[in-house]
């Protein structure tokens, strides 16, 4: 179950980050262009870029922690024997999960109060709260990564 769902998930993240950071680069280019050679300016551009790195880099921290890219705790991880590693992986996974579960609750709110209020951005006029979206999302996402992690070494035990 958490196999086939997790080679979704990595398809559809892989695809949204690269999709967001090829947008965002393009984006940034055209801008450049047209400021310089052009004299004239885009002038959503610089915040379209902004919101695009800001859910990129949300949406990277699931893959993030798939992957095993964070930062993590080496040095503790390689004093304890071995047959303690699972339990070190386990606990810190349910921080992990704690911290999502933190992130989801007050990221929602957030949302929510942000929603509420009707803020607009700047320059595109569009809801603040499409932004702040993320951050729920992303959190249920990492929840998912951390179980998949506590499951993969239950399983292997």
Known sequence: ???????????????????????????????????YALNDSIFWAEE?????????????????????????VDVLKSCIPKSCTPIFVCVSAVIGIAFAIALFYY?????????????????????VAVVYSFIPVTALLQIFRYCEIIYSECKSK
């Open 1 to 35: 179950m958490f196999e086939r769902l997790s080679g979704y998930l990595d398809n559809i993240e892989g695809f949204l980050i690269a999709s967001i950071l090829a947008v965002a680069s393009l984006l940034t280019l055209i801008q450049v262009f047209f400021r």
């Open 48 to 72: 379209v870029v902004l919101y695009l790195i800001i859910s990129m880099s949300f949406l990277s921290t699931s893959l993030g922690i798939r992957k095993g890219s964070h930062i993590t």
């Open 107 to 127: 990221g929602g709110n957030l949302f929510l109060n942000t929603l509420e209020r009707g803020q607009l951005s700047p320059a595109l006029r569009m809801p």
